[in-house]
């Protein structure tokens, strides 16, 4: 492909810049600026969006058109088909070219992420929308052969063989197929089956893609068509007909598989994805057996097994469980790659009777789980406990005899290690969540130890702020805990990590403990106005009010801890309604 000019190069910087220092905030100015850029483009999309300094251009452009303008870019792109590119051999028209290109896909993936919003727009929410169609005619693209057929000869003779070759052979033979194993499309038909689904991808300012790194469950829901939903079904039905059971393997596919599952309209077909990628499907344990023996000792595969432990049904779980880790979780434990299927097998525990099974075979192997130093089981197991609310008393005897008489709360932070350890960090932090009988004896050793120390390192810090903004620990207690932190007030505001423990403890202090704090961070007021994190504590205290309107200071620290009330019993009204269930559901 055809290189870009010096001349365009030199364009797009400046638009760049211009998006960079201007903000365009005008609508009327930004939609200006937006029309103008595109008829720059008019005919060129292909060739810029694959050039690796103006595709990132493109996309922030493209995060800022409105529905028609979007229509106008995505109708030129589709109007102007190119040449297959050699690496690929696809020969579609240039939507799909995008897909397989590493620059291009990014541009793609970002406007497939745009257009619900864009659907959902005041002007555009109560007519049929041309971006609708135009989502769905590229969808339909991908169900295509991936065959390049350049020549008209070939083309015939493939015509020919087309039509004695089953569904299945046309479907392997597809744009979809290879989607799902490519390197860059994976990533868009990733995205493409989130936006059917009507699942909101997380993106950074400016339309730039932004990894997925949260559960999708917690990602928030947007209204899509009904059309989204079938084209998401199709692509489902097409991908339980591909080898899933080599797609766990694969760096590509697994994730893409992972998708599927999330993105299942009914547990009917997430059973289906899941039977296939076990071999399930076959009804012959000489065949699935060792497909799971494989996986469990594959980290890439291992990634699909835990994804299922956690979002499969009650009844994949029992299999998975009884069959392949129970009376074996000796061995699966201490397991460098399985002992995370261990992990993902407690985090998707759902009842009390099933976490009791676990518990029962785990903790007698403490010991050896410890010695291994497999401590993330030892946090899942802790995670559990606190969420089923079963087995607390009896954990907590368990880590006791693993001290070994140490003192358990710094036994259990440090993990016999210099520094503080993020899963001890994580263990603490759930035993603060257990019933008040089952924590005492922690929390009391945890009393004992020097809080100030774990406020500059990040996993301590957590756990700290965790203790201090739990409403489940006796108010008082942490009341005289903020008093015996005098004199560490200005270090901690002035922390990356303190100044984050200093703000939670702020919080939650009664409103004499708070004048305490600002006015000790009052006499260093021009010291911690030099820092960045000590400028935020200042206006988070108020210490400038607090020096020249003390009364006034008061009555604002009064009301804020009854607005924070009346808004969690607001949230707490529209969790008990009913329709509110239903529509979080």
Request: hydrophobic letters at 35%.
């Amino acid at each position: 492909m055809r290189g870009v000019d010096a001349e365009t190069r030199q364009y797009f910087s400046q638009l760049n810049k211009t998006l960079q220092e201007e903000g365009l905030e005008n609508e009327e100015e930004n939609e200006m600026f937006v029309s103008n850029v595109l008829d720059q483009l008019k005919g060129r999309e292909l060739q810029l969006c694959t050039d690796k300094r103006c595709s990132p251009v493109i996309e922030q452009i493209l995060f800022r058109a409105n529905h028609d303008q979007m229509v106008q870019f995505l109708s030129s792109l589709e109007e102007n088909p190119t040449e297959p590119e050699e690496e690929n051999g696809i020969n579609e028209n240039s939507w799909i070219q995008l897909f397989f290109h590493c620059n291009g896909c990014h541009i793609i993936q970002s406007i497939i992420e745009r257009i619900p919003f864009l659907l959902n727009s005041s002007q555009q929410k109560k007519k049929k929308s041309k971006l609708e169609s135009i989502l769905l005619n590229l969808c339909n693209q991908l169900f295509k052969s991936s065959i390049n057929q350049d020549n008209s000869n070939e083309k015939k003779e493939e015509e020919e063989d087309q039509e004695t070759m089953s569904n299945i052979d046309q479907l392997f033979s597809s744009i979809l197929y290879s989607c799902s194993t490519d390197r860059y499309a994976s990533h868009v038909l990733k995205s493409l089956m989130l936006t059917l689904r009507g699942i909101s991808v997380p993106s950074k300012k400016g339309g730039k893609h932004k990894p997925i790194d949260i559960a999708v469950s917690e990602l928030p829901r947007q209204d899509v068509p009904a059309s989204f939903g079938k084209m998401l079904k199709s692509i489902l039905d097409s991908l339980k007909v591909f080898d899933l059971n080599n797609f766990v393997f694969d760096n590509f596919a697994n994730p893409v598989t992972q998708i599927a599952i999330d993105v299942s309209p009914s547990p009917e077909d997430q059973e289906q994805l899941i039977n296939k990628a076990f071999c399930f499907d076959s009804n012959d344990p000489s065949v699935y057996d060792p497909q799971i023996q494989y996986i469990l000792s594959d980290i890439l595969a291992m990634h699909f097994l835990e994804k299922v432990f956690r979002s499969g049904t009650t009844e994949m779980w029992m299999r998975l469980y009884n069959n392949y880790l129970k009376k074996k979780m000796s061995f699966y434990a201490v397991h460098p790659v399985a002992n995370f299927a261990v992990r993902a097998c407690i985090d998707g525990a759902s009842t009390d009777s099933e976490l009791k099974m676990l518990a029962d075979e785990l903790f007698p192997l403490f010991g050896d789980i410890f010695d291994k130093k497999k401590f993330g089981i030892l946090q899942s197991l802790t995670e559990a406990c606190a969420r089923l609310q079963t087995k607390q008393k009896d954990i907590i005897r368990s880590f006791t005899k693993l001290a070994k008489g140490e003192d358990i709360a710094k036994f259990l932070l440090y993990l016999k290690s210099e520094k503080v350890s993020p899963f001890g960090s994580q263990i603490l932090q759930s035993i603060f969540k257990f019933n008040s009988d089952a924590r005492q004896s922690t929390l009391e050793s945890f009393h004992k130890m020097d809080i100030k120390s774990l406020c500059n390192d990040y996993s301590g810090s957590r756990l700290v702020e965790e203790y201090f903004a739990s409403e489940t620990l006796d108010h008082k207690t942490k009341q005289k805990m903020v008093k015996q932190m005098k004199g560490n007030f200005v270090d901690l505001a002035q922390d990356k990590f303190g100044s984050h423990v200093l703000e939670k403890i702020y919080e939650m202090s009664s409103l004499e403990k708070k004048a305490m704090i600002a006015e000790e961070l009052a006499k260093s007021e021009r010291s911690l106005a030099k820092n960045t994190y000590g400028r935020f504590i200042l206006r988070k205290c108020g210490v400038e009010k607090y020096q020249r309107q003390k009364d006034e200071w008061s009555k604002r620290e009064t009301s804020i801890p009854n607005k924070r009330k009346l808004f969690a019993e607001i949230l707490a009204d529209d969790d008990d309604d009913p329709s509110s269930k239903k529509n979080k559901k």
